[in-house]
């Protein structure tokens, strides 16, 4: 039973379950995605219940007023939610309305008129060359099984020398692989091809033939020391034992790898379309923050320089 079963009756929770399907079917959302979507309307029909003292209707959806969302905001700020995550919330609510409308089935423009919370610009925050190729390099310093200190260097090796995703690079599969490419599936299972460099295609080489498991072509490469799919959460530790053996900075993670990747890259002079196709942003606006962040360096490292004589 989905976790708005309780605060909806049923025609609703027809069309948020009508809703998330088409999200997942013609948006490609992934299921954490999804899953965030079917949170934030459960909260939302949750706190409606209370404040109107009876299940959530299409009618009530039709009725609802600008007080009563400012009222939900309200509440979610009061439980600690940042500008950022009631943002997103915001924008999902807005996103169900617009289905709800295209039905025919509510056209209440309420959420239209509540302006999202103003988010904190953040930039992120990329290590230094030279960390992020100690990083990889001291990896296997840190462990004494030679295949599991080859497959965590071939992860982090593409986070930081392809730009991947922690969850495109543990996605890798055999066949994905190429003499000079990558096959590499994003969000929205959206595909691209990305170069590989000499250093992460002979890391990728050197876990393949240590590596004591062999799954199909069609399945992730990179494996646990049971045979399993590698997770996440090995590599984030992996991170957190590099970060206390190197000193990196708490932001020291296999994401700030891929950071770092695009703002190396364009301090070299990379083209913003480029990387933009290397990194898989849907939009130019998600690449474009790598230019702000160049600068913030620069002018960081002119102000620390001594003044000419």
Known sequence: MSDFAFATDETTRTQINNWLSALGSMRRLSNATLSAYQRDIAQFTTFLTAHFAHPVTLKTLQNLRPGDIRSFMAMRRQKGVG????????????????????????????????NSPKTPASLPKALTVHEAKNTISATGDLENRPWVAARDMAVLSLCYGAGLRISEALGICAQD????????????NKVRMVPLIDPVRQAIRLYLENCPFAPPGHEPIFRGVRGGVLSPRLIQKRMVQLRAALGLPPSASPHALRHSFATHLLGKGGDLRTIQELLGHASLSSTQIYTRMDTEHLLSAFQKAPPRA
């Open 83 to 114: 500008p950022r995550s009631l943002a997103r919330q915001i924008s999902a609510l807005k996103n169900f309305f617009t289905f709800l409308e295209r039905q025919e089935l509510v056209n209440n423009q309420a959420l239209h008129l509540i």
């Open 177 to 188: 692989l190429n003499e000079g490419a990558l096959r590499v599936k994003g969000k929205g």
